[in-house]
């Protein structure tokens, strides 16, 4: 993989767009690279921008770009069904719990894929895509990745949660721990002795062992990914030529500094030069002066100034005029991949 190309900021103001049309044209430029787009908004919407119905699975776009729009819910699920399964047995082994009558529909109702949070969900799914053994195994290596973003406090968590879920996941176990304390505090002494010889410990040793590194492995795959995006990643954060956006985008970029690079920023939907609009030409000099102060907040990043396009950009050919409007008409696939200011 070369490079992951993250869209941040406000809702409204061009960021799945701007994804869609960055991804159509890098497939254009170049031909034999394979690119995925990929949206981790919860309200997807890279089906309405192509036209055709993407959801939970690789869908190919163009002869060699491909988007998703995860399923975040069902992956965690997938994942938290072996972690259960485990789990179950390692109750069952146990000398106590194993003897509360139906330990393993408590372990169903307490220990359930909707109970882990969203953006842990999200991250997981966001992990398992970048992580290139898991790519592997679908047969098609990206070399560039461009993901749709969400606003700004949820793109935080996907690029914490790495560090954090195994004390998110470790937690989450804890809290399943105690409650099955409870119940075997219940148990009587008696039992308790009655119970011992028959005690497999060895058998809860191994599994045990298993659980450990299911963990492990998940903070290693995190590890792996938060390096990836430290060293690959680039970070464009989208805004229009208002206070709001304006305010979101220098909040994104000193929350999202300690984990990837800020590379552009792009200003869209300026008001195209009215003719015959007092009212527009009033909003479009506010928008202007907009654009100069954003400039000097980012100075030192490349930005992209896109008017806003007559026609709502839809469809490959929408998008690729939307990306003439935003890259400029003789723009090389290196500008757009590595911006130098
Ligand atoms: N430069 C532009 N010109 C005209 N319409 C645009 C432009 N950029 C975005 N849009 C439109 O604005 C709306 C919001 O864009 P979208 O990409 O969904 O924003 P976000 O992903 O940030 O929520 C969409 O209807 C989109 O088609
Ligand atoms: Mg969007």
New binding site residues.
Partial sequence: MEKIIVLG????????????STAVLLSDLLPYKNILLISF?M?H?LS??FQIEIGNKLTQLTKNLWGIEPDADSYAKKYTKELIEKMKILMSQMPLVGMIPQIEKFIDTTFTADSIPLALKNAMFFQKILDAEDINTQEIQFDIIIA?FP?TANMITLFEIPEDQVKVMLKYSLNFYNSIKGAIRNVSKVWRNIIKPFDNYEKRRELGKEIFNMIVELERRGERISDLIHDIGSLRL?TIAEKPSFEEIKRARDLTMRYIKLEGVHI??ITPEPKKCDFCTKIRLQQLKYTLEIKKEFKKLKIWE?????????GLDGLRN?AF??YGENISADEILYPKV
């Fill in positions: 900021g406000k809702g409204g103001v061009g960021k799945s767009s701007i994804s869609a908004d309200a919407n309405d921008l749709d606003p989208v869209n939907m896109s008017e806003k396009l007559r026609e709502e950009p839809i939307l409007e935003v």
